[in-house]
Structure formats: structure tokens, C-alpha cells
């Protein structure tokens, strides 16, 4: 078994963007709808640049298989919100597992 830190700069790129419209009344169930930010006159940037750190371990199963298990915390720099006085990060936790098994 073996540990391993990371850290270092990190590019995000909006891939979509989509919003949850929600209508309800007194009489009446909620009603949610979704809608494109286009559409819903959302504007956000397209590119964020951030820090990402994390730790994992390596487990090994067999001489040739090993698992790995890790987490990743990715921290948002740039304000992607395009609204004047607005502000908007991004923060994300990633939780990774897999086996690995080497190639050639």
C-alpha cells in the first residue's frame, strides 16, 4: 500500500449550463421546469481557473492490479458570473476509485 498528495492549478471548462425554474402557487403543486442559461438569460463565463488538492491510495491486489481510492478538492479562482455586482465560484469534491493495471 502506498499514499500520494497532490496539487496544482486547475482548468475548468463549461462543457453546459442549465437552471431549475420552479412555479407553485397556493392552491397549485410546485412546477419545475429546465431551461438553458441562454434561454433563462443566465450568463456565465466559459472558463474557470482554480487550485485543485487531494490525496489517494494505492492498494495492491494482485503483482500486476492495484486500486486506487482518492479525493480531489477543486477550489475556483475566477468570478464566472456575468452579472455586474454578482459573484460565483466554483468548489467541487471529486471521490475517485478504480483499478489500475499497466499497459505494455
Do not use: W
Amino acid at each position: 500500500m502506498s499514499g500520494h498528495l497532490l496539487a496544482g492549478p486547475a482548468l475548468g471548462l463549461r462543457s453546459s449550463c442549465e437552471g431549475v425554474v420552479s412555479i407553485s402557487g397556493p392552491d397549485r403543486p410546485a412546477l419545475d421546469q429546465g431551461v438553458g442559461c441562454d434561454e433563462a438569460g443566465l450568463d456565465f463565463g466559459t472558463v474557470d481557473v482554480g487550485l485543485a488538492g487531494g490525496a489517494g491510495i494505492d492498494i495492491g491486489l494482485t503483482d500486476s492490479v492495484d486500486a486506487h481510492l482518492g479525493l480531489l478538492y477543486t477550489l475556483g479562482l475566477t468570478n464566472i458570473s456575468g452579472f455586474v455586482g454578482g459573484s460565483a465560484k466554483h468548489r467541487a469534491l471529486t471521490i475517485r476509485a478504480g483499478l489500475g493495471v499497466p499497459i505494455g
